[in-house]
Nanobody, 131 residues
Framework: QLQVVESGGGLVQPGGSLRLSCAASFRLDVYAIGWFRQAPGKEREGVSCISSIFAAAYRSPTYGDSAKGRFAISRDDDQNTIYLQMNSLKPEDTAVYYC?????????????????????WGQGTQVTVSS
C-alpha cells in the first residue's frame, strides 16, 4: 500500500519557523512531490513542489505566492524524505499541510501546481501560527 506520512507540525509564534517532513512507504526519488495546505473554509492551496532528483527541474522547485521567499522545499532521497522549511511564519499560514506524490506527472512538477495531478496523499499535519 502506498503511503506518505507528514510530521513536524505544531504551534508556533508569528515570526517563528517549522520544518515539516514527508516520509513514504515507497521510493520517492523518481517522483515529483508537492506540499499543499488547507485552512478551514478555504480551498486546498499549492505551497511548493520539487521534481524528481533525476530531472533537471529538480534544481528549480516551484512555490506558491504565499510561500515565496519564506519557505524552502528539499529532498533527501537517501532518507526517502521530503522537507518543507517554513520561516517567518504568519497567522495566515495556519492550515493543515499535506504532502502528495504525483505518479501521473512522473518526475516533473505539474504546471500549475494543481492538486488534481497528485494521487497519493498523506493525512496532513496541523500548523498553527498564533501568539
Amino acid at each position: 500500500q502506498l503511503q506518505v506520512v507528514e510530521s513536524g507540525g505544531g504551534l508556533v509564534q508569528p515570526g517563528g519557523s517549522l520544518r515539516l517532513s514527508c516520509a513514504a512507504s515507497f521510493r520517492l526519488d523518481v517522483y515529483a512531490i508537492g506540499w499543499f495546505r488547507q485552512a478551514p473554509g478555504k480551498e486546498r492551496e499549492g505551497v511548493s513542489c520539487i521534481s524528481s532528483i533525476f530531472a533537471a527541474a529538480y534544481r528549480s522547485p516551484t512555490y506558491g505566492d504565499s510561500a515565496k521567499g519564506r519557505f524552502a522545499i528539499s529532498r533527501d532521497d537517501d532518507q526517502n524524505t521530503i522537507y518543507l522549511q517554513m520561516n517567518s511564519l504568519k497567522p495566515e499560514d495556519t492550515a493543515v499541510y499535506y504532502c502528495a506524490v504525483t505518479r501521473r506527472a512522473g518526475p516533473l512538477c505539474p504546471d500549475p501546481n494543481d492538486a488534481r495531478e497528485f494521487d497519493v496523499w498523506g493525512q496532513g499535519t496541523q500548523v498553527t501560527v498564533s501568539s
